[in-house]
Nanobody
Framework: QVQLVESGGGLVQAGGSLRLSCTAS????????MAWFRQAPGKEREFVAGIPRSGGSISYVDSVKGRFTISRENAKNTGNLQMSKLKPEDTGVYYC?????????????????WGQGTQVTVSS
């Protein structure tokens, strides 16, 4: 069993930055693929960024490329999402999620474990 806890959300003005963290319990985090998703009101949950256990072959949704950076520290069982140049359309609840096999995937249904989410609100 894996438990994920996100932190770091908040209210920020457009153009600002936030750093989200995801802390995992259990021994499987270092072997898992980790991703960040977000869900805006009235919209489906969407893939934002993903990173394999080795840190290579990172994926981003086109709308955040060049603005967001995903990273992980397996020894600390943590993952991070550094968000800069934030836009109002980045507003939503951000979730971290993991899946046991090493391959990345975009659909939320492919992921085994989820955090409770952290709210990010970007004002214009």
């Amino acid at each position: 069993q894996v438990q994920l806890v996100e932190s770091g959300g908040g209210l920020v003005q457009a153009g600002g930055s936030l750093r989200l963290s995801c802390t995992a319990s259990g021994r499987t985090f270092s072997r898992s693929y980790m991703a960040w998703f977000r869900q805006a009101p009235g919209k489906e949950r969407e893939f934002v960024a993903g990173i394999p256990r080795s840190g290579g072959s990172i994926s981003y949704v086109d709308s955040v490329k060049g603005r967001f950076t995903i990273s992980r520290e397996n020894a600390k069982n943590t993952g991070n999402l550094q968000m800069s140049k934030l836009k109002p359309e980045d507003t939503g609840v951000y979730y971290c999620a993991t899946k046991g096999d090493p391959l990345g995937a975009f659909p939320p249904r492919e992921y085994d474990y989820w955090g409770q989410g952290t709210q990010v609100t970007v004002s214009s």
